[in-house]
């Protein structure tokens, strides 16, 4: 096989996890409001209101725009829509990001046996991943986690998908768009914050040799930021205000 046929199996599979994922979760979504904060999130979506703090404001357009969708009488389920698209997406870049990391560890693709191993890889981790409890739990209803999930995965594939590009003229914009990522995702859940390390250490340790001394300037930037952000910005803001 050349290379072409490796990556047209790759997005094939990838395509697969997608469409079962999503078909999964579609069949088993709630049909109308679970007794919980999804009655809250669906009531705040359709009314552009104010959910309990920190306040979830691009889930709620989303949400509105979802409930403006002529696929049901139940304005619940218009909006429950969203979490089986994002949770199925969620898992179809974590199918890309197993494929990623088993080639950075094992190399290129270069025979059958090498395509097995990692699209074999991908396709177990990711559908292990799909029908966890958490997941699944949070892919069926109106709720925040299943689309924070979904930016959390695909800022992960977005710096793995630059560290590959890393020394090729204009990298740069899959910097800046991990950046609005996570500021739209900010507008979701702040569970997105925890990828800035991450994030962090695959820029470090792919432009400069590692010694302590960076190693740890490194870091302390890292943490000073997710402090800013999460502290200063999301939590000091609306205290201030």
């Known amino acids: 096989m050349i290379h072409s046929d490796y990556v ?7 395509f697969f996890v997608l469409v079962l994922s999503f078909l999964v979760y579609y069949d088993t979504m709630a049909p109308s409001v679970s ?4 009655g809250e999130f669906i009531a705040v979506s359709y009314t552009l209101g104010v959910p309990h703090p920190p306040g979830s404001p691009l889930f709620l357009l989303l949400g509105r725009i979802a409930s403006m969708l002529p696929i049901s009488q139940d304005i619940a389920f218009r909006v429950n829509i969203l979490s089986p698209l994002s949770s199925a997406f ?21 025979s059958k046996r090498d ?4 699209f074999g890889a991908g396709l177990v ?6 029908f966890t409890d958490s997941h699944w739990f949070n892919a069926v209803e109106a709720e925040v986690y299943a689309m924070s999930t979904f930016f959390t ?17 204009g990298n740069e914009r899959y910097i800046l768009i991990i950046a609005y990522m996570i500021g739209l995702a900010s507008g979701i859940h702040i569970l997105n ?11 470090y340790f792919k ?27 999301i939590k000091g803001l609306p205290k201030l205000a």
């Open 193 to 203: 914050l925890l990828t800035l390390p991450f994030v962090a250490l695959i820029i």
């Open 153 to 169: 995965v695909i800022v992960a594939w977005l710096i793995l998908h630059w560290s590959e590009r890393a020394d090729q003229p």
């Open 8 to 14: 047209r199996m790759n997005r094939m599979v990838a």
């Open 115 to 118: 395509s097995l191993i990692a």
């Open 35 to 38: 007794y919980w904060d999804c």
């Open 207 to 233: 432009k400069l040799p590692f010694n302590w001394k960076t190693f740890l300037i490194t870091m302390g930037i890292t943490g000073l930021t997710f402090l800013v952000i999460h502290n200063g910005i």
């Open 90 to 110: 969620a898992v179809f870049f974590l199918y890309l990001i197993i494929v990623q990391v088993v080639n950075h560890w094992r190399g290129k693709i270069e």
């Open 125 to 130: 981790g990711s559908l292990t991943f799909a």
